[in-house]
């Protein structure tokens, strides 16, 4: 297990405040800002775009980036795909597969937002898409995928890791499940890369998306797309830097990963986050894992059994945890919490208003914990939740 205190000096605004949510953005360690700064300061150039040597250094160290992620996550150097964040990407696959009217999705309750929408923008195009319904604890049960499967089924999308919940779905059993009835899969690893040990290439999933800055912290603005089969996805955008040759009557585009990064991309981002990959290696993902979900658990339990808490989500979860103080909105809990204790914590709906409603509440409070987070900032949210349920006595 790495040094917690050592590992805290890399993240200065941890000594200003309780950082507890990480499920909306990690904190980015000094290394990466550095790398980034780097950039800026010494060999600032463009991506692919020219024969000097800052273009040259600029590439090389672009590129550097990608094989950092393809290699962390054990995924094809060529169809690893740089975005601006996890929507883009599933937006991506959602405009870049060729649709027809009777098509068939499955996707959950519990997404995020950003693989709900997409898919149930397809309908304008007669998409049909089924929307599975989880238990009470937010875990997608991989037979009802299975009994919804149709012989038009053509995609099932799901999270890995529900940043309402907490919950951990089963995706190597779904994988398996749709494959065997001849559909694609996307995984929304948004809320599980860099959170726990994953090996993409294993799992066998067709697209696989995740934001840059949550688990493997890097900056924001960057975001990673895996696609099993390059060619059979068609650009989101067309322009510079993805062709090969163009006339007047038309054009070539280049092969993956080239041919979906249009323009110039988000450069001093993406050599950020390729810094910020070999940090959370150094660290250990097992390590990692480890150390926030057992945080997690303990802060679920703990504000349990505080009268007036509800806490929701399965016993076994991530590194998160959904409660709200009953009586009070989950907006002024939060308010209270930063304001008395210097306690950041996510409120609202998340962007998940489906899986929140299937509560039966407008919001929660969400406490989510990085590998960074410590024992005292779970003793110190205990007590000061408990201190609020005051307001309500």
Same mark, same amino acid.
């Given at each position: 297990?790495?040094?917690?205190?050592?590992?805290?000096?890399?993240?200065?605004?941890?000594?200003?405040?309780?950082?507890? =949510?990480?499920?909306?953005?990690?904190?980015?360690?000094?290394?990466?800002?550095?790398?980034?700064?780097?950039?800026?300061?010494?060999?600032?150039?463009?991506?692919?775009?020219?024969?000097?040597?800052?273009?040259?250094?600029?590439?090389?160290?672009?590129?550097?980036?990608?094989?950092?992620?393809?290699?962390?996550?054990?995924?094809?150097?060529? &169809?690893?795909?740089?975005?601006?964040?996890?929507?883009?990407?599933?937006?991506?696959?959602?405009?870049?597969?060729?649709?027809?009217?009777?098509?068939?999705?499955?996707?959950?309750?519990?997404?995020?937002?950003?693989?709900?929408?997409?898919?149930?923008?397809?309908?304008?195009?007669?998409?049909?898409?089924?929307?599975?319904?989880?238990?009470?604890?937010?875990?997608?049960?991989?037979?009802?995928?299975?009994?919804?499967?149709?012989?038009?089924?053509?995609?099932?999308?799901?999270?890995?890791?529900?940043?309402?919940?907490?919950?951990?779905?089963?995706?190597?059993?779904?994988?398996?499940?749709?494959?065997?009835?001849?559909?694609?899969?996307?995984?929304?690893?948004?809320?599980?890369?860099?959170?726990?040990?994953?090996?993409?290439?294993?799992?066998?999933?067709?697209?696989?998306?995740?934001?840059?800055? &949550?688990?493997?912290?890097?900056?924001?603005?960057?975001?990673?797309?895996?696609?099993?089969?390059?060619?059979?996805?068609?650009?989101?955008?067309?322009?510079?830097?993805?062709?090969?040759?163009?006339?007047?009557?038309?054009?070539?585009?280049?092969?993956?990963? %080239?041919?979906?990064?249009?323009?110039?991309?988000?450069?001093?981002?993406?050599?950020?986050?390729?810094?910020?990959?070999?940090?959370?290696?150094?660290?250990?993902?097992?390590?990692?894992?480890?150390?926030?979900?057992?945080?997690?658990?303990?802060?679920?339990?703990?504000?349990?059994?505080?009268?007036?808490?509800?806490?929701?989500?399965?016993?076994?979860?991530?590194?998160?945890?959904?409660?709200?103080?009953?009586?009070?909105?989950?907006?002024?809990?939060?308010?209270?919490?930063?304001?008395? &204790?210097?306690?950041?914590?996510?409120?609202?709906?998340?962007?998940?208003?489906?899986?929140?409603?299937?509560?039966?509440?407008?919001?929660?409070?969400?406490?989510?914990?990085?590998?960074?987070? %410590?024992?005292?900032?779970?003793?110190?949210?205990? =007590?000061?939740?408990?201190?609020?349920?005051?307001?309500?006595?």
């Amino acid at each position: 297990m790495y040094d917690i205190y050592s590992v805290r000096e890399d993240f200065p605004v941890l000594k200003e405040v309780a950082y507890l =949510d990480n499920a909306a953005t990690t904190q980015t360690p000094v290394q990466v800002v550095l790398a980034m700064e780097e950039y800026f300061f010494k060999y600032a150039g463009n991506h692919g775009r020219g024969a000097h040597r800052l273009a040259r250094q600029t590439t090389n160290h672009y590129e550097d980036a990608r094989e950092n992620v393809a290699s962390f996550l054990n995924i094809d150097y060529k &169809k690893t795909i740089f975005t601006k964040n996890a929507t883009e990407s599933i937006n991506m696959v959602a405009h870049g597969l060729d649709w027809n009217a009777g098509d068939h999705i499955i996707t959950t309750l519990i997404e995020h937002h950003s693989n709900l929408l997409p898919w149930m923008r397809l309908r304008e195009q007669g998409v049909e898409v089924t929307i599975i319904t989880p238990d009470e604890y937010g875990t997608i049960n991989p037979n009802d995928i299975e009994n919804a499967m149709t012989d038009r089924t053509r995609l099932v999308t799901v999270d890995h890791v529900s940043n309402v919940f907490g919950s951990i779905q089963d995706v190597a059993r779904i994988v398996k499940i749709a494959h065997k009835g001849g559909a694609q899969v996307l995984i929304d690893g948004a809320q599980s890369a860099g959170h726990m040990p994953l090996d993409v290439g294993a799992l066998g999933c067709d697209f696989f998306a995740t934001a840059g800055h &949550k688990g493997l912290l890097g900056p924001q603005g960057t975001g990673v797309l895996y696609v099993k089969e390059p060619d059979m996805l068609s650009p989101l955008f067309v322009g510079g830097g993805m062709v090969h040759e163009v006339t007047v009557m038309g054009f070539e585009i280049e092969p993956s990963p %080239t041919r979906f990064e249009a323009g110039t991309p988000n450069i001093p981002g993406v050599i950020g986050l390729g810094r910020a990959v070999e940090y959370v290696r150094e660290l250990g993902t097992v390590d990692i894992g480890r150390h926030e979900t057992a945080l997690a658990k303990d802060a679920a339990r703990r504000l349990a059994e505080i009268d007036a808490v509800e806490v929701y989500g399965p016993e076994e979860r991530a590194g998160v945890v959904p409660f709200n103080v009953i009586g009070l909105n989950a907006h002024d809990v939060a308010m209270i919490l930063d304001e008395t &204790k210097k306690i950041c914590v996510r409120s609202g709906h998340h962007c998940a208003m489906p899986g929140i409603r299937f509560l039966g509440v407008e919001g929660t409070v969400r406490a989510s914990f990085g590998l960074y987070n %410590t024992r005292e900032e779970v003793d110190l949210l205990v =007590d000061s939740v408990s201190q609020v349920t005051s307001l309500v006595a």
